[in-house]
């Protein structure tokens, strides 16, 4: 009894560890600012994180105290959440196996294009309503601002290594031939036809090309980047987590078909 109970709680033990790094993606991707003002996994990943845990917990009181409905019911709704999980790690892989990028024109930097990236993950940001909301989020950071704290030099912010978003939401497109003054302030371009970004740029600090396809491009190549390196992790995650569930499967039914077996009578000589 004393093993069974060993066993049980240690895979329930380990069932719980595996939900902490799922909450704590969640809780980074809420703390990252592109995330936070797009709001599309994080959430999903607190929630399935935090579920796992609770369940976690029942099957160790249903394991330990061999209550049979409430194990029974530990596998099936675990293995609901094993099943939604995957599903995710799927669709992340998925939605971030696009947008590249290419080199911007004279520059040691990239550029996207917003088509360039999964059609799913552009109706989550482009739609009207939506990107009104997130850009006004965007806005309300300091990510443009800092950059004129920061570089002075012309080559020295040519030379920095800014994130995507930076690249295309504070400055113009590279190919629109604006003349730098400093981070956040451009005059006199030279192809005002080369895009439509080249005239949606704006040196009104509270514009800037949040406007343009580019400051959209260059979130979504934020959102992929971060989405690939916690993909590694969730995958591993659910590789372990589901090695786990099957070790448990495994000696709940050994034990099922072992522990009930009704003991031998044997008939006494008369």
Sequence with gaps: MAANNTIVGTINFITLLLSIPIIGAGIWLANEPDNACVKILQWPLIILGASISVVALLGFVGGCWRITWLLISYFVVMFILIAAFACLVVLVFLVTNKG???????????????HD?????????TAPQKWDRVRSCLNSTEMCSELNQRYRIAQDFFNARLTSIQYGCCMPPAECGYSYINPTYWLNPNNTAASMDCLQWSNEQMQLCFHCDSCKAGLLANLTQEWRSLDIILFITLGVLICVYLVGFGFALRKSRTGHTPPTRHKQDT
């Design 117 to 125: 990236f999964s059609g799913w993950l552009r109706g989550k940001i």
């Design 100 to 114: 590249s990028g290419h080199p911007a024109p004279g520059r040691t930097y990239t550029e996207h294009d917003l």
